[in-house]
Structures are given as structure tokens and as C-alpha cells.
């Protein structure tokens, strides 16, 4: 079955503007995390989502972050003002309801802010 | 709060050498442990997991044990291959904060030549 899927997979921008990006869960899942995988270091939680709502908005690095959910299923990572300290990977799971289940990562969109 | 310290390499092993790769953990509660691993241009999957104390994960001859008293959960190989050459990531999850985030360490690249 179709796994998780992100677009776009790579995005170049200039420092100053806004970007989108997308994360499509497998089918059915109600979780859907967001993290960042910065060069050379590891994962960093940004945002929880069960069904549409956040219970864990804690990883989001500032007010220039965003993030949102609709019909459980779709998600959008919003990024401000972008900065080059924002380029990495972000990295899309989703997974079934409960902490001790598999999150299933998507592929990434390696965002380069110039 | 949570975290994860692994060893962080980079590794390099000759094809059939023993791999142990150490993890420990800090958390409150009872925190499920994973094992995630990233293949040369591929997306982060479960290698392994464990949900409570004593538990032992294991997947293609990997083998990692959930241990409280210790803290750790070390991932162990008798015999690599060249085909295990990637990174290896150990996490926790746990519900505490309503949340339901992985929490990663660093991540060690591992090279195995033939």
C-alpha cells in the first residue's frame, strides 16, 4: 500500500519568503508528527497532531512556524520569513493512535534557504 | 525532560565483525525504545522496537534489549554485512505531556566494508 508521501522532495528559496510543505499519511492513520533533521544532527520533534487538532505544539522552533491538519488527513508545515538556519530536512510520520506504535516516516522535503 | 544518547561515530567495520552500538535513555514513565535505521538514499525505518522492561527487540539479525535498570537499550549485531552499512537511530516514545513524539538521539553512521 502507498506509504507516506511529502512535496515537494527538495525546495531552494530565498531568505525572506514564505513556504509550504506538504505531508499526505498512510490512510486511516489519526497521528501525524513533523521534525526536522538539521546536517549532521538528529531528529527534532516540531508538531503532534491527533486528528486535526495539535495536543503538542512544543518542537516549533518560533511564531514564524506553523502547522495544520484538515479531514485527518493532509497536513501543511508553513514556514515564515524563512532563514538559512531553517534549512534541513523536514520529515513527515504518521502512525496508528498510541506511543508504543511504529511512526512511518515519509521520504522529506530537503528545504535550502539561500 | 526526555532524552537519548547514543554513540555517534562514524563506524567503520570489516564485513562479518561484531557491532554493538550503546543507547541509553532518560524519561519519565515507562517509555517505549526503538531502533530506527536510514539506508543510503532511503527514509528512516523501524529496525526494531521494545515496550516495556526485559522486552527484547529483534529484525535481520539485530537484537536489542529493554533494559530499566540500566536505562539502555544497546543494538547488537554477531555478523554485519556490507548491506547494513547506514545510520542507525535510537529513540523513546512516551505518552507523557499528551504527547506521542519520538524523541531521537544524534544517530551513528556505520560503514561496513567487504
Known amino acids: 500500500g502507498a506509504g507516506v508521501s511529502q512535496s515537494p522532495s527538495n525546495k531552494v528559496t530565498e531568505k525572506g519568503k514564505d513556504v509550504e510543505l506538504r505531508c499526505d499519511p498512510i490512510?486511516?492513520?489519526?497521528?501525524l508528527y513533523w521534525y526536522r533533521q538539521r546536517l549532521g544532527q538528529g531528529l527534532e520533534f516540531l508538531i503532534y497532531?491527533?486528528?486535526?487538532?495539535?495536543?503538542?505544539k512544543s518542537g516549533l522552533p518560533s511564531d514564524r512556524f506553523s502547522a495544520e491538519r484538515t479531514g485527518e488527513s493532509v497536513s501543511t508545515l508553513t514556514i515564515q520569513r524563512t532563514q538559512q538556519e531553517d534549512s534541513a530536512v523536514y520529515l513527515c510520520?504518521?502512525?496508528?493512535?498510541?506511543?508504543?506504535?511504529?511512526?512511518?516516516f515519509g521520504p522529506g522535503t530537503r528545504l535550502t534557504v539561500l | 525532560g526526555d532524552s537519548v544518547t547514543q554513540m555517534e561515530g562514524p563506524v567503520t567495520l570489516s564485513e562479518e565483525a561484531f557491532l554493538t552500538i550503546n543507547c541509553t535513555y532518560t524519561?519519565?514513565?515507562?517509555?517505549?525504545l526503538f531502533w530506527y535505521v536510514q539506508y543510503p538514499g532511503e527514509g528512516l525505518q523501524l529496525l526494531l522496537k521494545?515496550?516495556?522492561?526485559?522486552d527484547k527487540g529483534s529484525n535481520k539479525g539485530f537484537e536489542a534489549t529493554y533494559r530499566k535498570e540500566t536505562t539502555s537499550f544497546h543494538l547488537e549485531k554477531g555478523s554485519v554485512q556490507v548491506s547494513d552499512s547506514a545510520v542507525y537511530f535510537c529513540?523513546?516514545?512516551?505518552?507523557?505531556?499528551?504527547?506521542?513524539?519520538?524523541?531521537f538521539g544524534k544517530g551513528m553512521k556505520l560503514t561496513v566494508n567487504p
Open positions: 510520520a504518521s502512525s496508528l493512535p498510541g506511543f508504543q506504535n511504529e511512526q512511518f
Open positions: 490512510s486511516g492513520h489519526t497521528a
Open positions: 497532531f491527533q486528528g486535526n487538532s495539535a495536543p503538542d
Open positions: 524519561a519519565t514513565g515507562y517509555p517505549s
Open positions: 521494545a515496550t516495556k522492561a526485559d
Open positions: 529513540a523513546l516514545s512516551s505518552s507523557q505531556g499528551g504527547s506521542e513524539k519520538l524523541v
